[in-house]
């Protein structure tokens, strides 16, 4: 699994290198969509096989998040990130904190689905989150952790 996660940070590094001329959104759509596609695709088979996962997963990743990036502007993303740190902060288990803007009609929930604390005693939740942009909607998992700073850091998404 660990050159499987080298392999999808340096594919994701360098398809940014590639989106220089994409507006920021887009950018941090795709590789935030590269990320999430590269670890979908290390979940597949073994060997040569999941390399190449991987790489698909990656490639398909970026499309899928520049897509989404290129449709949220900073109302939806702020309406998100408002939901996002109230669900991962305060959010009991399984209760989805949603967002919508008016404006756009795009909107998402995030509903944390398992709280833990690692060996180290950092504490982690994991959650579902979907977003829908004009009329599509799209599932992803994570987890974030609590960072020493009170603050929590998306540790991995599919």
Do not use: H
């Not at 699994?1 to 001329?21: E, F, G, I, P, R």
């Not at 941090?28 to 290390?42: E, H, W």
């Not at 979907?130 to 599919?158: F, H, K, M």
């Amino acid at each position: 699994m660990k050159s499987t996660s080298v392999l999808t940070m340096a594919s994701a590094v360098l398809l940014s290198a590639c989106l220089q001329d994409v507006g920021p959104k887009e950018g941090i759509g795709a590789a935030v969509g590269a990320a999430i596609g590269g670890i979908a695709g290390a979940q597949v088979g073994d060997g040569t096989g999941q390399l190449v996962a991987v790489g698909a997963g990656v490639l398909l990743g970026a499309l899928v998040g520049s897509e989404i990036g290129q449709s949220l502007d900073k109302a939806d993303q702020l309406y998100a990130a408002q939901a996002y740190d109230e669900a991962i902060d305060a959010s009991p288990i399984g209760t989805t904190t949603s967002w919508a803007n008016p404006d756009s009609g795009n909107s998402g929930t995030y509903t944390p689905t398992q709280t833990y604390q690692t060996e180290s005693g950092q504490y982690c939740r994991e959650f579902q989150q979907t977003i829908t942009v004009g009329g599509e909607t799209q599932d992803a998992y994570g987890t974030a952790c609590r960072q020493p700073d009170g603050t929590w850091q998306i540790a991995s998404n599919q």
